[in-house]
């Protein structure tokens, strides 16, 4: 099972932006959507959006809609999380995963995780 890589993660202050990236660690491989999930200390992982490949649309969680952002770049095969407006409540570590399963947002419908990158806001 092919894993994927996180990256683009650092420290910025309230009101900043970042722009995560996640590619796959070995052969290209095929899904039904890309999803960004994110995990605060002591918090459950949760679910922050997706994006299905057939065309591009995109779905998010309420916590995030507007100031944030998934596009993706065919020749590189890497899906990207544009995050607009950060806020400290945002720092987490952020994953991204593959999905088969059509409208999902919870974990058990992912795979192939990455190590996830962290991201920090400072107030």
């Known amino acids: 099972q092919v894993q994927l890589v996180e990256s683009g993660g650092g420290l910025v202050q309230t009101g900043g932006s970042l722009r995560l990236s996640c590619a796959p660690s070995g052969p290209t491989f095929s899904s039904y959507a890309m999803g960004w999930f994110r995990q605060a200390p002591g918090k459950e992982r949760e679910f922050v959006g997706r994006?299905?490949?057939?065309?591009?649309?995109?779905y998010y969680a309420d916590s995030v809609k507007g100031r944030f952002t998934i596009s993706r770049d065919n020749a590189k095969k890497t899906v990207y999380l544009q995050m607009n407006s950060l806020k400290p409540e945002d720092t987490a570590v952020y994953y991204c995963a593959a999905s088969d399963v059509r409208g999902a947002t919870v974990i058990r419908n992912f795979h192939g995780w990455g190590q996830g990158t962290q991201v920090t806001v400072s107030s």
């Open positions: 994006m299905r490949w057939s065309d591009s649309s995109t």
